[in-house]
């Protein structure tokens, strides 16, 4: 069956660092990936978008990485800041008209000071 | 300001009580979707809708109904609501000619008692 898992559900990291996070999938052939961030009691907020035959996408301090052959994406923070802390979720379409979207369950992060 | 609504943001209902759940954009976006989140099960795709009189199921659309007759608007409807439909719902809309990302709604938290 179709799968997505984020790698963990915390992740802690001092401020500064940078946070990386993981999301991979099974059994998907995704024709795009989504990163998305959300915040307690809200909805999600979109960050970046990846397509399959993109490597790497980058906005700002934020970087994503996409493998169809590992079956991964790696999101990346940079010189992350108390503000980034949040929970990251992954999301995958499996074409372009096709409508059905999949979550990963989330990595929540928090960045200390 | 572009954006999603949805009313109620809070509910409180008993089982069996028909309830509808508003959500409306004002993006003239082509493509909305529901979902709900649970912790531990991460946000799951009740059912989403292409355009105006075209919907489809998600991962969960047991006990739920959608209807999409006009372009803005995509209510949930609750026919008989049971406990384990106790859930935050989100409501998002994108357009699929542009970006592909999604635009979520704050949240409607229901309790089924």
């Known amino acids: 069956s179709q799968k997505i898992e984020q790698n963990s559900e915390a992740l802690n990291i001092q401020e500064g660092k940078t946070a990386t996070l993981t999301c991979n999938y099974t059994n998907y052939s995704p024709a795009y990936l989504q990163w998305y961030r959300q915040d307690p009691g809200r909805g999600p907020v979109f960050l970046l978008l990846i397509r399959e035959n993109e490597k790497e996408k980058r906005k700002e301090r934020l970087k994503v990485t996409f493998d169809t052959t590992l079956k991964q994406s790696l999101f990346h923070i940079t010189a992350s800041q108390p503000a980034d802390s949040a929970t990251y979720l992954c999301?995958?379409?499996?074409?372009?008209?096709?409508?059905?979207?999949?979550f990963g369950d989330g990595t929540t992060l928090t960045v200390k000071p | 300001e572009a954006q999603v609504t949805q009313n109620p943001r809070y509910l409180i209902t008993v089982t069996g009580k028909k309830l509808t759940v508003t959500c409306s954009q004002n993006?003239?976006?082509?493509?909305m979707s529901w979902y709900r989140q649970d912790p531990g099960l991460g946000l799951r795709q009740i059912y989403y809708?292409?355009?105006?009189?075209?919907?489809d199921k998600g991962d969960v659309p047991e006990g739920y109904k959608v209807s999409r007759k006009e372009k803005r608007n995509f209510p949930l409807i609750l026919e008989s609501p049971s406990p384990n439909q106790t859930s935050l719902y989100f409501c998002a809309s994108s357009s699929q000619g542009r970006s592909y990302e999604q635009y979520f709604g704050p949240g409607t938290r229901l309790t089924v008692t």
């Open positions: 999301a995958l379409d499996l074409n372009t008209n096709a409508g059905k979207s999949t």
């Open positions: 809708s292409m355009n105006v009189e075209v919907t």
């Open positions: 993006m003239n976006h082509e493509y």
